[in-house]
């Protein structure tokens, strides 16, 4: 497969790169990352530097008439897109289910449906499944809720026993690559927004399961789609001191792909 | 105390808990296994989402309807504006029978209005003959789930209550020999019992018969040997026809338990001669859920349990850290309305991971229902200030490019800088508790981002596949 076709392809869309604040504070590689992988998939992706936040935290703290504001900064930003691209599922689908507590013009609902997660957008938007390219090792595919669940990026336990995803889909087609087979494959991490700090106590248990479940099943790299069930991830496996590295999935893919 | 700290006091405890989440776990996966094997699963869900809409659409009048079909049946049909009224209508008709001695079988309606502490107050003994519900009343707890009430206890734990309760030995914990004790016991119950109670899983309104499963007979059991039965419902269990029936007994044991069908699914339409059959009807809090346009649809339960079972955090907390009569997911939508104070902590014990509602077999919207009950407290000023001056200030720095630009760069310094002990100090931030913080890079995005040569020229853009 060569991305030179894409590249060939004529009439443009305008993508605006959203990285929420905590990858823009905390996961700056993880953004650079999205948008080099943009670039080789062909899409030049613009980054409004207006843009601040989604309006999430507050709103899943019963605040959400305190993050109308935001919401309505973030509309105004990116309005002028044709697509919002995220490394982020969580912050995606509080765009698409939240912002209904907007009057709905013509701006706000064209937002709502242009906000896509990075990998829903190269899966369903760039109709990519596979990348040429090599990771050899072996590797944990964190499915976070929103984007499993709220925007149906991969199949639930729930109502299937096929373990299937975009995902999982894309990082299967990697050589070399050996995707872990976990006891429960799409339990919640934990991390839950302001969840992690007001019940602390259960979201650390939850997140000391999951990993665990990762390091019985022989997780080399854990990874995901969405950055902030990593950082949850990644702040319990940095306490413990693990042998696993946490990288979002917009790292892996970008560095094996030339 | 909120969810919060008695979800603590339960890990503290780190063996227990991983047995307490193993063993839900189990019933869940039992669960999935039930579900898998039946292809219109799915829409059996919608199907009975939509016949339970429909009915609370227009619960009025079917309710009059089961009351005249229930009446012509000869059965005597009771109306409870609340716990109160239900548990004076229920005592009334003790009395009458000059009955003393009392059997129920499950029914987390008579828990919500606590009536056996008000029975027993009168002077009436009574026995709950479920086995479950029998350990935990011999132990005076709340039931830590609505169809396993006693799950948050090991074999063990009833061994040392049945020696203390029932004589049997120190140190038994065999269930096969501890089950049999418990049967020996009910069984003296069950022949002295006057007046039989039970819950209702299905009322029929067009029949007038209650619809009770069970899986360990005691309901029929319990029913025939009194003169008297009670049967107790909230009038949300109105389903409009028999021939709606089957699509719930299909749902209710695969949702619960993993299993087809419950062993027993006994239908009490009519009285036996020379005997009383009493339905109480009960609101208690019912209608004015249904006036509210957000959660009326949590009134389509059907008390499966499948959302606790589901529910990582309940897995982890145990039903008595919800403090309400139904705990988990369901309890945390359905309890704001009984007291909005009191359980204003529950609709955020959840990380809103979505597996109750996709779990729900009647498709409640449950953990939209938790994010509008946030939005509902956050109105009514019943969340904790620091969170609600914290989200504040928040919003305003979040609202501006150059406040939020500047103020990440402020936070990033300051993390790199602070000491480990004080940005990490358990007292000061929940999150190091067991958490590393991130490391703060020196450069956020958008400050590498601006430091970029701008492309020369737009690349040519990718066209959307067709």
């Known amino acids: 497969m060569t991305f030179y076709y894409f590249k060939l392809q004529t009439p443009r869309m305008k993508v605006a790169l959203f990285i929420p604040c905590y990858i823009d504070q905390f996961y700056p590689q993880a953004a650079i990352a999205t948008l080099q992988l943009l670039e080789k998939l062909g899409v030049q992706a613009h980054f409004p530097a207006q843009q601040t936040c989604c309006g999430q935290p507050l709103a899943n703290s019963g605040c959400e008439r305190d993050a109308l504001p935001i919401y309505k900064h973030f509309v105004e930003t990116f309005s002028d897109y044709d697509y919002v691209v995220a490394p982020s599922g969580s912050c995606v689908y509080h765009v698409r289910k939240h912002f209904d507590k907007l009057d709905q013009t013509a701006d706000v609902q064209h937002v709502r449906g242009a906000a896509y997660d990075l990998i829903d957008f190269i899966s369903t938007v760039l109709k990519v499944e596979s990348l040429p390219g090599a990771f050899p090792h072996k590797v944990g595919l964190h499915l976070s809720c929103h984007g499993q669940r709220g925007l149906h990026q991969a199949n639930e336990s729930e109502m299937t026993p096929v373990r299937d995803g975009q995902l999982s889909r894309l990082l299967r087609s990697l050589e070399g690559i050996e995707l872990t087979n976990l006891n429960r494959n799409d339990e919640c991490c934990g991390f839950g927004g302001t969840f992690c700090v007001s019940e602390a106590g259960i979201s650390a248990r939850m997140g000391q399961d999951r990993v665990a479940d990762h390091v019985l099943n022989g997780t080399e790299v854990l990874t995901g789609s969405d950055m902030s069930c990593l950082m949850h991830l990644e702040g319990i496996v940095r306490r413990v001191k693990l042998p696993i590295r946490v990288m979002h999935a917009a790292e892996i893919l970008n560095g094996v792909v030339s | ?466």
Not at chain 2, 152 to 159: C, P, R, S, T
Not at chain 2, 195 to 205: D, E
Not at chain 2, 235 to 241: A, F, Q, S, V, Y
Request: one cysteine or more.
């Open chain 2, 1 to 466: 105390m909120n969810h919060a700290l008695r979800a603590d006091k339960f890990l503290l405890d780190a063996d227990r808990t991983t047995w307490h989440d193993e063993t839900l776990w189990f019933v869940r996966e039992k669960r999935d296994r039930a579900v898998y094997a039946v292809p219109e699963f799915q829409d059996l869900r919608e199907l009975a989402s939509g016949i339970k809409n429909h009915t609370l659409s227009r619960l009025d009048m079917y309710l009059r309807e089961f009351e005249a079909a229930a009446q012509a049946n000869g059965v005597h049909v009771h109306w409870a504006a609340d716990a109160a009224e239900h548990n004076a209508i229920i005592l009334d008709i003790i009395r009458k029978e000059g009955a003393t001695r009392i059997v129920k079988s499950k029914s987390m309606l008579t828990e919500e209005c606590h009536l056996n502490p008000y029975l027993i107050k009168h002077g009436i003994e009574v026995v709950d003959t479920d086995l479950g519900e029998r350990i935990i009343q011999f132990r005076d707890e709340p039931p830590s789930h609505i169809v396993l009430p006693a799950i948050h206890l090991k074999k063990e734990d009833v061994g040392d209550t049945f020696h203390t309760h029932l004589g049997t030995d120190k140190g038994e914990s065999d269930p096969q020999r501890l089950t049999e004790a418990a049967r020996q016991h009910l069984r003296g119950k069950f022949i002295a019992g006057q007046v039989a109670i039970s819950g209702v899983n299905f009322a029929i309104a067009e029949t007038g018969a209650v619809v009770v499963c069970t899986n360990e007979g005691n309901a029929d059991l319990g029913v025939n040997l009194a003169a008297v039965h009670i049967a107790c419902m909230g009038i949300e269990k109105i389903i409009p026809r028999l021939s709606d029936l089957g699509v719930f007994t299909r749902l209710l044991a695969r949702s619960a338990t993993g299993q087809p069908v419950t062993t027993y699914t006994s239908h009490f339409t009519k009285p036996a001669a020379g005997k009383q059959m009493h339905i109480v009807i009960v609101d208690n809090g019912r209608t004015q859920q249904l006036g509210r346009p957000d959660f009326r649809a949590s009134l389509k339960c059907i008390r499966c349990g499948a959302c606790m079972n589901t529910c990582p955090v309940y897995r982890r907390s145990g039903g008595h850290s919800y403090d309400f009569t139904v705990p988990g997911p369901i309890g945390a939508i359905l309890s704001p309305n009984i007291d909005m104070k009191k359980h204003s902590s529950l609709p955020f014990a959840s990380t809103l991971c979505g597996s109750c509602t996709d779990v729900c077999p009647v498709k409640i919207d449950i953990h939209t229902q938790l994010y509008k009950w946030r939005q509902v407290l956050g109105e009514a000023n019943e969340i904790p200030a620091s969170k609600k001056w914290g989200m504040k200030f928040m919003g305003r720095v979040l609202a501006s490019t150059r406040v939020y630009g500047l103020g990440g760069q402020f936070a990033r310094k300051a993390l790199r800088l602070l000491p480990h002990g004080l940005t990490h100090a358990p007292s000061m931030n929940a999150w190091a508790v067991a958490r590393e913080l991130p490391e703060a890079p020196k450069q956020s995005f958008r400050e590498w981002y601006a430091q970029q040569p701008a492309p020369a020229a737009q690349p040519a853009q990718p066209q959307i596949p067709a």
